[in-house]
């Protein structure tokens, strides 16, 4: 029979249990040895839960306690040497002072840059590499876990991140070539390799996510010596996996690399079946990505099994195996305890586990078609009830999408005269100090949020609470002389669960956590249906905060693109659709914000850029539709009421004519991480708007001082006009504590004063 398997697995636990274990641990209230039983049981049971699912073989090594990306740095030493020190000392202190940064015992060192996983909502740390870099073996974690999951029982395969790929996520801190450490990396590769092989791996996976990139003369003769160094090495055997979309122009390449198979995304390049199979040499191990790894949705097995058909004709049953289009990271873990959703929703969704189920019925199927087809039958059911259903179209939003006008998406006047308007209406210092709109999400605003869901509070209990949490949250940034204030946003959960909440045509599971970074877990909504917005959702708390204070208070808003990217998105109809029925409904939105008397209104569009897709070819047409979508939420109002907008770990370079047609008043970015490197891309490109780079890392507990802050500023005023510059953390302060965010943002303030005094005397 043919195999069934997959990429990878969720590492957060069906109820969060890694999440909950790394931040005790960093508490210090567990042990590292606890840490490490939480990690092994995780382990353990995932595994188990793939094989009594359907799976044949289970990879290994795609478990991390903090990243992935960061594993393989660590791996391979590659460990900038601020850090070393600690991590001889202490391999885990050193491996989380690289990911979160550590500021204790004299020690003062700032987390790598995190940026996001493709285009995914996934993020990795950036490894920082240099000319001459070494490599060596650190530790024996991919032997470990290999001979750990044999022990349970297993058919295993080690995953490892390969090595071009590796290093083309990778930063040089000296503007070094990052594919010259090639030659210094593979002998280390080569020897890890063997290890596995001399532990008993028969196969070992090799991820190459760049391979469906454009790719350069330079980058494809990095594979070819990469694959052609490794061919002549004790290994095992190598399936070569690439993810996320089809190989295009690289398929020769890929071809050509001297690997045992080769794993093909054959949901979103489901066209290049044919012409890998025309090339593919013989003997070569092909895995089919059937099912999709990135959403929730069950999927067609009759289209699925043609393929599969297809490939089998071609290859034979040894030497084709069904695999999910990529690791199953992104989707949760197990759908059957979502009993909160109504049971034909509920029959649509395929999380982790289901997926492999539905990969062993297609592969029961291609072996005896009668034997499947009762579960074939069932999935067909299941596709034609949501085909049919009533909720899942509405004529009246249909109606008005069709009446929509380019007008739409255009604010009455250019920025110039917005901008005067504004300054008059505002009255902002130079330098005007904010925040992106989150304040800390304490256990008590967690709690007093779970007793209100649970019924143990009225809701004008809790209406009590928030309105308390609401002016504390005023009165403190009064207190330490922020410019335009926020209300906290106490009453939200996740930013984009929090409007999908109040949103039609979303619905929201109970367990379907998946991992953004680190211990950060996200509970995406599902958007199965057309969207509008019923009643106002922001009003209240922003109107109420704004009555506390005569300072300008900002509403706070996800954008229409962040939105869509952050969810669970239907797949029946064009993501641009459904994109712009989000946008109609924040639109109404703004307007009633407005009308309410804020006179600063905040679209938060984080997403905007991990939203483009992987080819250049496609950018455009995508930015044509995420940008408009941005505008028709935005331009709405008069040119005296003020737009933001918040962009955080995206790489600007090559999307600013995009940036800069969005058209927001002032945008918001994350530039603390990388020392204000993001913002030379809006310095060429000369962006006429207003900017906020951000000058405080919120991802770390590390707290930077008065100092530290300045000099981020100085540099910014370097390649930015004075006039242009707000000063802001980088992201919003939801996940610090209070003490650290006093701490950072009074020393924030300071900073702004300074550079303002600053201005002044050279002026």
């Known amino acids: 029979m043919t195999t069934v398997t997959t990429l990878g697995f969720p590492r957060i636990g069906a109820r969060r249990e890694l999440k909950f274990a790394l931040e005790s641990y960093w508490r210090g209230d567990t042990t590292a040895d606890a840490l490490r039983d939480t990690a092994r049981e995780l382990r353990r049971r995932h595994w188990r839960l793939q ?100 022990a349970d029982g297993h ?130 191990v092909l895995s089919a990505g059937l099912v999709d790894g990135r959403n929730i949705w069950r999927a067609n097995l009759d289209n699925a099994l043609i393929l599969a058909k297809y490939a089998l004709g071609h290859v034979g049953e040894e030497r084709l195996w069904l695999a999910p289009s990529c690791s199953l990271l992104h989707v949760p873990v197990d759908a059957t305890g979502e009993k909160n959703l109504s049971g034909d929703l509920r029959s649509w969704l395929a999380f982790a586990r289901q997926k492999i189920e539905e990969l062993r019925v297609l592969s029961d199927a291609l072996a005896s078609p009668r034997a499947a087809e009762a579960a074939l039958a069932d999935a067909r059911d299941r596709i034609e009830s949501r085909r049919r259903s009533d909720k899942v179209h509405r004529a009246a939003i249909a109606s008005r999408l069709a009446a929509l006008d380019g007008a739409a998406a255009h604010r009455a006047s250019p920025y110039p005269q917005r901008r005067q308007k504004q300054a008059a209406a505002l009255r902002l210092p130079a330098f005007p100090t904010t925040t992106i709109g989150s304040f800390p999400q304490t256990q008590a605003v967690r709690e007093a949020r779970a007793h209100h869901k649970a019924g143990k509070w009225s809701d004008a209990d809790y209406d009590r609470f928030l309105a308390e949490e609401t002016e504390r949250c005023v009165r403190f940034q009064e207190e330490i002389g922020l410019d335009v204030l926020v209300h906290g946003e106490f009453e939200r959960n996740d930013m984009v669960e929090y409007f999908g909440e109040q949103l039609d045509g979303f619905a929201f599971t109970r367990n379907g956590w998946v991992q953004s970074y680190g211990s950060r877990c996200v509970k995406p909504p599902v958007i199965y249906g057309d969207v509008q917005r019923p009643v106002p959702m922001t009003v209240r708390w922003s109107q109420y905060a704004q009555s506390l204070t005569d300072r300008p208070m900002k509403g706070m808003l996800t954008g229409p693109v962040t939105v869509l990217q952050w969810s669970f998105v239907r797949d029946d109809q064009p993501r641009a659709q459904t994109c712009r029925q989000i946008a109609l409904a924040l639109r109404d939105e703004v307007l009633d914000l407005e009308a309410a008397g804020i006179g600063v209104i905040q679209i938060d569009e984080p997403a905007l850029r991990e939203g483009l897709p992987l080819r250049r070819a496609d950018w455009q047409a995508y930015l044509d539709w ?23 770990y995206s790489e600007f370079n090559d999307i600013m004519e995009a940036v800069a047609a969005m058209d927001a008043d002032v945008i918001s970015i994350e530039t603390s991480r990388s020392r204000m490197e993001l913002l030379e891309a809006f310095a060429e490109f000369r962006y006429p708007n207003e900017i906020g780079p951000g000058v405080y890392d919120i991802h770390s507990p590390r707290v930077p001082d008065r100092e530290e802050m300045l000099a981020l500023l100085r540099k910014a005023r370097e390649v930015i006009a004075p006039e242009q510059l707000w000063v802001n953390p980088d992201c919003g302060l939801k996940t610090r504590a209070w003490p650290e965010t006093r701490a950072a943002l009074e020393a924030l303030v300071a900073a702004a004063r300074q550079i303002r005094s600053e201005v002044v005397a050279v002026a």
């Not at 935005?634 to 009421?641: L, M, P, Y």
């Open 51 to 150: 094989r009594d699912a359907g799976a044949d073989a289970v990879p290994c090594n795609d478990f991390s306690l903090y990243d992935h990306v960061l594993d393989t740095a660590f791996l391979f030493d590659a460990i900038p040497d601020a850090y070393r020190a600690l991590a001889d000392a202490d391999p885990l202190a050193g491996y989380f002072a690289l990911a979160r940064g550590v500021q204790k015992d004299g020690a003062d060192l700032r987390a790598l840059e995190m940026t996001k996983w493709f285009d995914t909502n996934y993020h990795y740390l950036v490894p920082e590499l240099h000319g001459g870099q070494s490599f060596r073996l650190r530790g024996d974690k991919p032997v470990a876990e290999y001979l750990e999951a044999i």
């Open 155 to 284: 058919v295993a395969r080690p995953v490892l991140l390969g090595p071009v790929s590796f290093l083309l996520l990778s930063k040089t801190v000296d503007g070094s070539d990052r594919l010259a450490l090639l030659d210094r990396l593979l002998p280390v590769y080569a020897e890890l390799l063997s290890r596995l092989k001399q532990a008993g791996a028969e196969w070992v996976q090799i991820d190459e996510p760049c391979l469906v990139l454009d790719l350069d003369d330079d980058d494809r003769a990095a594979f070819l010596k990469a694959y052609g160094a490794l061919a002549e090495a004790d290994r095992p055997n190598l399936l070569l996996a690439t993810y996320f979309g089809k190989l295009g122009d690289n398929l020769p390449l890929a071809a050509a690399l001297p690997v045992d198979g080769l794993h093909l995304d054959l949901v979103r390049g489901l066209d290049q079946l044919d012409e890998v199979l025309k090339v593919l040499p013989k003997g070569r």
């Open 626 to 648: 995420a940008v408009e979508c941005f505008r028709i939420t935005a331009s709405g109002v008069a040119d005296e009421t003020q737009v933001h907008t918040h962009m955080c």
